[in-house]
């Protein structure tokens, strides 16, 4: 299933470097996520874009930066992160219904980070 | 309260056996639920999606009750290849989907 995918799916770097996640989606869906994943964690939300527009930003550190160019596209920009960043990045896509409730979310096979 | 609540777990059960999960919410406006299925080092799948007062698929039946804001996932004779995580998921407000903690299974032979 092809759906929602991101890359790289692994990535290793060290705490001064700059590096990018990307996901694309081809359901032609509104809106589309970051999730982080850690270990023995619940998936914490980080970003929605919806129509391209980010409408929530969950107090995550500005080290974090994401990038919506269209509704297909989701990048994650990351500057000077920590070693407790480490963890699975999950991209997701979803149709927002008329009246702003969500329909089925779709995820990406994830990018597994490593910060040392 | 938080959002979303899961029974902790882990469940380990046999082969064959019935195993039910439970999850509370906390929003009483949620119209809609979802059940993933999240492996190990993979990502969450939609497994079932709860619109009215329960759904059920194959081996899988999940139920909801909105007085008590429970929703449930019973699964019958249970295989090998059930073994994972399940996530109950509720849409919050906005576009935002909150993720309970999820509840491991393990079945054994």
């Known amino acids: 299933e092809t759906g929602v995918t991101q890359t790289p799916r692994h990535l290793v770097m060290g705490m001064t470097n700059k590096k990018s996640l990307k996901c694309e989606q081809h359901l032609g869906h509104n809106a589309m996520y970051w999730y982080k994943q850690s270990a023995k964690k619940p998936l914490e939300l980080m970003f929605v874009?919806?129509?391209?527009?980010?409408?929530e930003n969950n107090s995550v550190p500005s080290r974090f930066s994401p990038e919506c160019p269209n509704s297909s596209h989701l990048f994650l920009h990351l500057h000077t992160l920590q070693p407790e960043d480490s963890a699975l990045y999950l991209c997701a896509s979803s149709q927002v219904l008329p009246g702003g409730s969500g329909n089925t979310i779709y995820f990406g096979e994830g990018s597994w980070l490593t910060v040392v | 309260r938080k959002e979303v609540e899961q029974d902790p777990g882990p469940f380990n059960v046999p082969e064959g056996a019935t195993v039910a999960f439970n999850c509370t919410y906390s929003?009483?406006?949620?119209?809609?639920f979802f059940w993933y299925r999240q492996d190990c080092r993979k990502e969450p799948k939609l497994l079932m999606s709860?619109?009215?007062s329960g759904n059920e698929d194959g081996r899988f039946t999940a139920q909801l009750n909105r007085a008590s804001q429970y929703i449930s996932l019973l699964i019958r004779d249970s295989k090998l290849s059930d073994s994972a995580t399940y996530l109950c998921?509720?849409?919050?407000?906005?576009?935002?989907?909150?993720f309970g903690p999820g509840t491991r299974l393990s079945v054994l032979p």
């Open positions: 874009y919806s129509l391209e527009e980010r409408v």
């Open positions: 709860v619109y009215s």
């Open positions: 998921v509720v849409p919050s407000y906005g576009q935002n989907f909150v």
């Open positions: 929003n009483s406006a949620s119209q809609s």
